[in-house]
């Protein structure tokens, strides 16, 4: 008899609705595995791969028998390579995860941080640095001196958020903060062309150079703080990954399932600009990443954030991984920007989902 019940509840729409929810659950976990092993297999490439003419030989003694490795090899390794690979996996990982929350948040699929004029606010903050010697870190004096021009660009970067949800009246309207993401963009991006053009040629050489978003000025100090950021936001979004589900699914309505939607809204915000603002401070200009990681981790997992978040992450470590060991195979001896590279390999995943979004809408 309990046979029979256990069967029939098995057949039952319900259990059937169950067991499809626990092979999805299923599915998304080996996904989020694979992705995982990927951005690992990427970590260990680009530390392999370097402009210099170390072997793989060579690379493998330094890291696991160091006592027998030569001192020119370690310096090679642990004060060149690795700061700039573990710098890309931060960017991958800041980048992505602020992109996501942007377009979650703000409801639109273009959300990036450029849209909130993070990126262009933090180069003019960098510009007015490298140019001119103008920075607001000059109240610091006991600011190392490495850090000055990050400093400066991170201050500028948060500035714009902080002008956006001033001016949005504590981001009460979804479009207001995107228009005025829009406007500020525009305004810093001026700014930033008129500090170029009158600069000197020397000036303008190092401003260009830090908008391209390169990850040689990466050191274990800048590594140690951006990627100390990350650590402390990716819990708490984790922790609210129900709350921006039920945002990305119900927008406003999401009041009704006792989200607090403009809390929520501010929060998120304030950690997506923190989190690009201290990869940007950094690396320089970096684009695509947050535009492309979080479209794929969503075609990947789909929207519960309790996957997506954790795909987002892997998906932006693998891209920035892959674009820096592209970076230094491309021309034998010279490592280009990763923004450069990042651009051009983002391009065609961005066609495609404005062509896979066409087709959707098409189809409807």
């Known amino acids: 008899m309990t046979r029979l019940s256990l069967e029939a509840d098995s057949s039952s729409p319900l259990g059937s609705a169950s067991s499809d929810y626990g092979r999805s659950v299923a599915r998304r976990v080996a996904i989020l595995v694979a992705l995982g092993l990927v951005a690992v297999g990427a970590f260990v490439v680009d530390i ?21 490795a030569e001192a020119s090899a370690r310096f090679i390794v642990w004060e060149l390579r690795m700061p700039m690979t573990l710098m890309a996996l931060v960017a991958g990982i800041g980048l992505s995860l602020s992109g996501l929350l942007m377009q979650t948040i703000l409801d639109n699929p273009l959300a990036e941080p450029f849209t909130l004029g993070v990126s262009s606010a933090a180069g003019f903050g960098a510009a007015l640095s490298l140019g001119f010697s103008v920075s607001v870190t000059s109240a610091m004096p006991w600011l190392p001196g ?27 309207s979804v479009q207001s903060i995107t228009l005025l993401g829009i406007a500020l963009h525009f305004v810093f991006s001026s700014l930033l062309s008129l500090v170029q053009y009158v600069a000197s040629v020397d ?6 150079f830090w908008l391209m978003g390169s990850l040689q000025r990466a050191t274990w ?12 936001a990716v819990p708490i ?37 923190l989190l690009a603002g201290a990869v940007t401070a950094v690396v320089g200009i970096v684009g695509f990443i947050g535009l492309v990681g979080p479209h794929v981790a969503r075609l990947l997992v789909g929207e519960d954030h309790r996957f997506t978040i954790a795909a987002t992450i892997a998906v932006g470590a693998v891209f920035a991984l892959f674009a820096s060991v592209a970076s230094k195979v491309v021309i034998p001896g010279a490592v280009l920007p990763l923004g450069m590279v990042t651009s051009l390999t983002g391009l065609p995943f961005f066609i495609l989902l404005v062509l896979r979004q066409t087709a959707r809408a098409g189809g409807r």
Not at 148 to 159: C, E, G, H, Q, R
Not at 203 to 208: A, G, K, T
Request: charged share 15%; glycine share 12%; with cysteine.
């Open 48 to 68: 392999y791969v370097g402009s210099g003419t170390l072997g793989i030989s060579e690379v493998t003694e330094v890291l696991f028998r160091p006592d027998r």
């Open 146 to 172: 490495e850090l000055i021009t990050a400093v400066n660009a991170f201050l500028f970067a948060l500035l714009a958020v902080g002008l956006v949800l001033g001016l949005s009246r504590g981001g009460t």
């Open 203 to 208: 000036q303008l050489q190092s401003i260009v």
């Open 221 to 232: 100090l800048k590594v140690s703080i951006a990627g100390g950021l990350c650590l402390v």
């Open 237 to 273: 979004v984790l922790v609210n990954a129900w709350a921006l589900t039920t945002i990305r699914s119900f927008g406003e309505e999401a009041v009704v399932f006792g989200v607090r939607v403009r809390l929520m809204r501010i929060v998120m915000l304030g950690l997506s600009a």
